[in-house]
């Protein structure tokens, strides 16, 4: 849990103790490659940390079909975070794109740490607000930039991600077709 302590003593003044409490009410979790780790319609009631590999965050449109909206990669907080708070069945299915190894957060232990942990709160906060900053920039991305704006773009908020998620994800995280994609990514590359 070595990774998790690092990133809560970058985010917070915490004690060793208060770390050891605290992480004392989490446990490791491995998910296979297109294991489900949390499902559509459920209650989130668990937020994780990724310690290695990476997940996709996607919803179901009215048609059944696939969208993804995030991806969350090594040192992230991930979960259906405004279902979590809400205590609402989930909108999103958090599916592991490889092999994962993740620090499951229970809800007990995140109230046991806003109650309990000097810092808590303003920990909470911090999540809150990293949340709302990514979503408030995938909305004016979405809007303000230029599909090969966006494509140009991805690498920087998600490093190395067409190395490690099929083609057809991207696609669908930047709001474009399969084909559209192939005709950005030869714009990148033209031949000689």
């Known amino acids: 849990m070595e990774k998790i302590r690092q990133e809560m003593r970058q985010m917070i003044q915490i004690s060793e103790i208060e770390l050891k409490e605290f992480l004392g009410k989490c446990f490791i979790k491995n998910f296979r490659k297109n294991e ?6 459920s209650v989130p009631n668990e937020i994780f940390f990724i310690n290695s ?3 996709r965050v996607m919803v179901l449109d009215k048609e059944g079909k696939e969208n993804t909206i995030h991806f969350a990669m090594e040192n992230q907080f991930i979960a259906d975070y405004s ?15 490889e092999d994962t190894q993740v620090v499951v957060l229970p809800r007990q232990a995140i109230d046991w740490g806003y109650s309990h942990l000097k810092e808590g709160q303003k920990m909470g906060r911090l999540v809150a607000e990293y949340y709302f900053i990514y979503q408030d920039n995938r909305i004016k991305n979405q809007y303000i930039r230029t599909p090969k704006e966006r494509y140009d773009n991805i690498t920087e908020v998600f490093p190395n991600i067409h190395n490690r998620v099929p ?3 991207i696609a669908s995280y930047l709001g474009i077709t399969s084909v559209h994609l192939s005709r950005l990514k030869k714009q990148e590359f033209p031949k000689v």
Request: proline share 4%; aromatic share 8%.
């Open 36 to 41: 489900i780790l949390s499902r559509l319609s």
């Open 53 to 55: 590999g990476l997940i």
């Open 83 to 97: 279902n979590f708070i809400q205590r609402h069945p989930s909108h999103y299915i958090l599916e592991a794109l």
């Open 167 to 169: 083609q057809h994800m």
